[in-house]
């Protein structure tokens, strides 16, 4: 059997976190909603059952967390900073897609979220 595209997925992850052009959003804060898709070859551990063969999804989280935890005027900034430190720290990871949103934006409108979406690569 061949294996083709792989990727890990960690959906939904819930943050509070200030980040926020205005000085309201730093200092009451907003739930941040950050959904990951990250491109890798795990091929050995789907074969082998062996973590040392894929990326370790808590592992991951607690550097997103850690990211969401430095506030930031702009989600386009905590979204490149995630990507940068993903791509740094794990090696089997080749490619980055996040989602970034923030709930109940400050902005005078009947809108449930709103954020942004990159993809970052080693290339």
Do not use: W
């Amino acid at each position: 059997m061949k294996q083709r595209k792989m990727s890990i997925h960690l959906c939904g992850m819930k943050f509070y976190a200030y980040h926020g052009v205005e000085r309201q959003e730093r200092t009451v804060g907003n739930t941040f909603i950050v959904d990951l898709e990250l491109d890798c070859d795990f091929s050995q551990a789907s074969s082998t059952d062996d973590l040392s063969g894929t990326v370790n999804y808590a592992s991951v989280h607690q550097a997103v967390k850690e990211e969401m935890e430095k506030p930031s005027l702009l989600l386009e900034h905590v979204s490149a900073r995630i990507c940068k430190r993903l791509l740094d720290e794990f090696p089997l990871i080749d490619t980055v897609r996040i989602r970034l949103s923030k709930t109940n934006p400050p902005m005078g409108a009947d809108i449930a979220s709103c954020g942004v979406g990159m993809e970052c690569s080693r290339e």
